[in-house]
Nanobody, 123 residues
Protein backbone atom coordinates (compact mmCIF):
# COMPACT_ATOMS: atom_id res chain seq x y z
CA UNK A 1 0.00 0.00 0.00
CA UNK A 2 1.18 3.52 -0.80
CA UNK A 3 0.54 6.61 1.30
CA UNK A 4 1.08 10.18 0.19
CA UNK A 5 1.29 12.96 2.76
CA UNK A 6 1.39 16.61 1.73
CA UNK A 7 2.74 19.48 3.80
CA UNK A 8 3.80 23.08 3.39
CA UNK A 9 0.50 24.78 2.77
CA UNK A 10 -0.50 28.00 4.49
CA UNK A 11 -1.46 31.62 4.11
CA UNK A 12 0.66 33.86 1.90
CA UNK A 13 0.28 37.30 0.38
CA UNK A 14 -0.03 37.96 -3.33
CA UNK A 15 3.36 37.67 -4.98
CA UNK A 16 4.72 35.45 -2.25
CA UNK A 17 6.07 31.91 -2.40
CA UNK A 18 5.32 28.54 -0.85
CA UNK A 19 6.93 25.15 -1.20
CA UNK A 20 4.72 22.10 -0.91
CA UNK A 21 6.13 18.68 -0.23
CA UNK A 22 4.62 15.24 -0.77
CA UNK A 23 6.27 12.37 1.03
CA UNK A 24 5.58 8.87 -0.22
CA UNK A 25 5.65 5.77 1.92
CA UNK A 26 4.90 2.21 1.00
CA UNK A 27 6.36 -1.18 0.31
CA UNK A 28 6.49 -0.82 -3.45
CA UNK A 29 9.27 1.05 -5.19
CA UNK A 30 8.44 4.48 -6.47
CA UNK A 31 9.08 4.29 -10.20
CA UNK A 32 5.91 6.09 -11.23
CA UNK A 33 5.09 9.58 -12.39
CA UNK A 34 3.63 11.86 -9.75
CA UNK A 35 1.47 14.91 -10.02
CA UNK A 36 -0.06 17.82 -8.18
CA UNK A 37 -3.70 18.76 -8.48
CA UNK A 38 -5.73 21.48 -6.81
CA UNK A 39 -9.35 22.16 -6.01
CA UNK A 40 -10.72 25.59 -5.24
CA UNK A 41 -14.02 26.06 -3.38
CA UNK A 42 -16.95 25.39 -5.65
CA UNK A 43 -14.75 24.22 -8.51
CA UNK A 44 -13.68 20.92 -9.92
CA UNK A 45 -10.28 19.50 -9.18
CA UNK A 46 -7.73 20.59 -11.79
CA UNK A 47 -4.36 19.32 -12.92
CA UNK A 48 -1.37 21.48 -11.90
CA UNK A 49 1.70 19.55 -13.00
CA UNK A 50 3.27 16.14 -13.46
CA UNK A 51 6.82 14.86 -13.12
CA UNK A 52 8.31 11.69 -14.54
CA UNK A 53 9.76 8.92 -12.41
CA UNK A 54 13.29 10.13 -13.11
CA UNK A 55 12.41 13.77 -12.56
CA UNK A 56 13.76 14.65 -15.99
CA UNK A 57 10.40 15.51 -17.53
CA UNK A 58 7.68 17.82 -16.31
CA UNK A 59 4.49 19.29 -17.68
CA UNK A 60 2.36 22.08 -16.22
CA UNK A 61 -1.00 23.59 -16.79
CA UNK A 62 -0.76 26.91 -18.62
CA UNK A 63 -1.86 29.04 -15.67
CA UNK A 64 1.18 28.06 -13.56
CA UNK A 65 3.90 27.84 -16.21
CA UNK A 66 6.88 29.97 -15.29
CA UNK A 67 5.70 30.28 -11.69
CA UNK A 68 5.50 26.70 -10.38
CA UNK A 69 8.26 24.10 -10.48
CA UNK A 70 8.10 20.42 -9.56
CA UNK A 71 11.06 18.39 -8.40
CA UNK A 72 11.57 15.02 -6.80
CA UNK A 73 14.09 13.75 -4.28
CA UNK A 74 14.67 10.02 -4.46
CA UNK A 75 16.54 9.95 -1.17
CA UNK A 76 13.63 11.56 0.64
CA UNK A 77 11.02 9.76 -1.48
CA UNK A 78 9.32 13.06 -2.02
CA UNK A 79 7.98 15.36 -4.69
CA UNK A 80 7.99 19.10 -4.14
CA UNK A 81 6.04 21.93 -5.71
CA UNK A 82 7.75 25.30 -5.57
CA UNK A 83 5.17 28.04 -6.07
CA UNK A 84 6.31 31.58 -6.79
CA UNK A 85 4.50 34.79 -7.70
CA UNK A 86 1.34 33.46 -6.12
CA UNK A 87 -2.02 34.89 -7.12
CA UNK A 88 -5.40 34.85 -5.37
CA UNK A 89 -6.64 32.38 -8.00
CA UNK A 90 -4.02 29.89 -6.79
CA UNK A 91 -6.01 29.53 -3.56
CA UNK A 92 -7.06 25.87 -3.29
CA UNK A 93 -6.48 22.59 -1.58
CA UNK A 94 -3.46 21.00 -3.25
CA UNK A 95 -3.28 17.24 -3.67
CA UNK A 96 -0.39 14.97 -4.48
CA UNK A 97 -1.11 11.95 -6.66
CA UNK A 98 0.67 8.95 -8.11
CA UNK A 99 -0.08 6.74 -11.06
CA UNK A 100 1.75 4.31 -13.28
CA UNK A 101 0.35 6.26 -16.24
CA UNK A 102 1.65 9.69 -17.28
CA UNK A 103 -1.31 10.22 -19.56
CA UNK A 104 -3.64 9.04 -16.83
CA UNK A 105 -2.39 11.76 -14.53
CA UNK A 106 -2.83 14.35 -17.28
CA UNK A 107 -6.43 13.19 -17.51
CA UNK A 108 -6.95 13.48 -13.78
CA UNK A 109 -6.75 9.80 -12.92
CA UNK A 110 -4.47 8.45 -10.19
CA UNK A 111 -4.02 5.27 -8.22
CA UNK A 112 -3.07 7.05 -5.01
CA UNK A 113 -4.01 10.43 -3.57
CA UNK A 114 -2.85 12.42 -0.59
CA UNK A 115 -5.18 14.10 1.86
CA UNK A 116 -4.44 17.61 0.61
CA UNK A 117 -2.93 20.78 2.00
CA UNK A 118 -4.61 24.19 1.97
CA UNK A 119 -2.99 27.12 0.18
CA UNK A 120 -4.54 30.54 0.65
CA UNK A 121 -3.28 33.61 -1.19
CA UNK A 122 -4.50 36.89 0.25
CA UNK A 123 -4.72 40.13 -1.70
Amino acid sequence: QVQLVESGGGLVQVGGSLRLSCVRSGRTLNNSPMAWFRQAPGKEREFVGVISSSGANTKYTDSVKGRFTMSRDSAKNSVDLQMNSLKPEDTAVYYCAESSSWTGLLAGSAQYWGQGTQVTVSS
